[in-house]
């Protein structure tokens, strides 16, 4: 069954450096999200994508961030300048786009990727 | 601004008892998910809800909406251990929106 992977499981970085997290989506979708999670919280929307350009993005998604698909496959996101608070778990969603009401297009979730800033 | 709000936040329960998991958001949504999360994982789909009255169920979950009342409730029948995790519901404004996500009902059974 299609899924979505995210690399890496874990990434470990000082505060101020830059990381990149990346995400493959599934093959057939179109739509493309980012989302965090603080430990022990709930899930907060980021930022989504379609068309090469962003769709939407929240209060959180600030000039800190970036989002990028480098080829066919890849959806990254960036984050430049890492603080304390950045660190949660960042999940890649995907949704296909499905016409009509009845589609459920719905999104689905990669494993994440654990960010530790110290 | 989209608020959802679930309740309750942590749910004990006692194997073979029924529970429900409640739900309201705040403006009008294009759809409803359910979705569980077992600790340090990702969030697996369980329904996805579309129009007033859907009911969908697998298994010993149940899921229901209304959107009249803005409201979705989850309904666990007959608690088994394995049902342990953290239920998050989401709500969309629109087909491919964001997800705006309670808070999470923490679901401990014990025998």
């Known amino acids: 069954e299609p899924e979505v992977t995210q690399t890496p499981s874990h990434q470990v970085t000082q505060m101020g450096q830059e990381v990149i997290l990346r995400c493959v989506p599934i093959s057939n979708h179109l739509y493309f999200y980012w989302y965090r999670q603080i430990l022990g919280q709930k899930v907060e929307f980021l930022v989504s994508?379609?068309?090469?350009?962003?769709?939407?993005k929240s209060e959180i998604f600030d000039d800190q961030f970036s989002v990028e698909r480098p080829d066919g496959s890849n959806f990254t996101l960036k984050i430049r300048s890492t603080k304390l608070e950045d660190s949660a778990m960042y999940f890649c969603?995907?949704?296909?786009?499905?016409?009509?009401?009845?589609?459920?297009?719905?999104?689905?979730f990669g494993p994440g990727t654990r960010l530790t800033v110290l | 601004e989209l608020k959802v709000e679930q309740n309750p936040l942590f749910l004990s329960m006692q194997e073979g008892k029924n529970y429900t998991i409640y739900c309201n958001y705040s403006?009008?949504?294009?759809?409803l998910y359910w979705y569980r999360q077992d600790p340090g994982k990702s969030l697996e789909s369980l329904f996805v809800l579309l129009s007033n009255g859907a009911v969908k169920q697998e298994g010993r979950l149940m899921a229901s909406l209304d959107t009249k009342a803005r409201l979705s409730t989850l309904h666990i029948t007959a608690a088994v251990h394995d049902l342990s995790a953290t239920y998050f519901c989401?709500?969309?404004?629109?087909?491919?929106?964001?997800?705006?996500f309670g808070a999470g009902t923490q679901v401990v059974v014990t025998p």
């Open positions: 969603a995907s949704s296909e786009m499905g016409q009509g009401q009845s589609s459920y297009n719905e999104q689905f």
């Open positions: 403006t009008t949504s294009d759809r």
């Open positions: 994508f379609y068309n090469n350009e962003i769709s939407e």
């Open positions: 989401a709500v969309t404004p629109w087909s491919w929106g964001k997800l705006q």
